[in-house]
């Protein structure tokens, strides 16, 4: 039986986007994925500023190897996760969520699929600070990793 179902070709133009720039975002979902060489926290972002995109959800990778847990370290920090887990090496993924701070993303194409980068994170109350600086589009070249 074939069925015909209004609007099913055409993908969800939202979905697909990939932001760039600087966002006050709230943490909605974090999942722990464990894989063999690259175990990661996978986090699911909801945008509360600017305006314009408020309530768009930017997903992202934290990798757990060696080489990344600096990455993962500052974003716990940033974002005001409990420093008593922190110091105890340990990730609650129910005290990731609600977590608000300021993150900088990009995007990269590898193999013909495009991912989202989580670049730099800094405190909540450092929105203001950062908040004149272009949001949507891309960073100056040589902006360095702070934000």
Not at 11 to 37: I, K, M, N, P, S
Not at 45 to 61: D, M
Not at 110 to 122: C, I, K, T, V
Request: hydrophobic share 35%; proline share 3%.
């Amino acid at each position: 039986m074939t069925r015909h179902i209004p609007g099913l070709h055409a993908t969800r133009q939202d979905c697909d986007v990939l932001f760039e720039g600087l966002f006050l975002v709230r943490v909605d979902r974090a999942f722990y994925r464990w894989h063999a060489q690259k175990p990661f926290l996978s986090l699911r972002l909801v945008v509360l500023e600017p305006e314009t995109l408020t309530g768009r959800f930017i997903t992202g990778r934290l990798y757990c190897t060696d080489r990344a847990l600096w990455k993962l370290n500052w974003f716990l920090r940033d974002f005001g996760y409990d420093p008593a887990l922190l110091s105890r090496d340990q990730v609650d993924e129910k005290a990731v969520r609600n977590l608000r701070g300021v993150v900088r993303t990009s995007h990269v194409t590898l193999n013909g699929r495009s991912y989202q980068n989580l670049e730099a994170f800094a405190p909540e109350a450092e929105w203001e600070e950062h908040s004149c600086d272009t949001v949507g589009g891309k960073q100056e070249q040589g902006s360095g990793d702070d934000l």
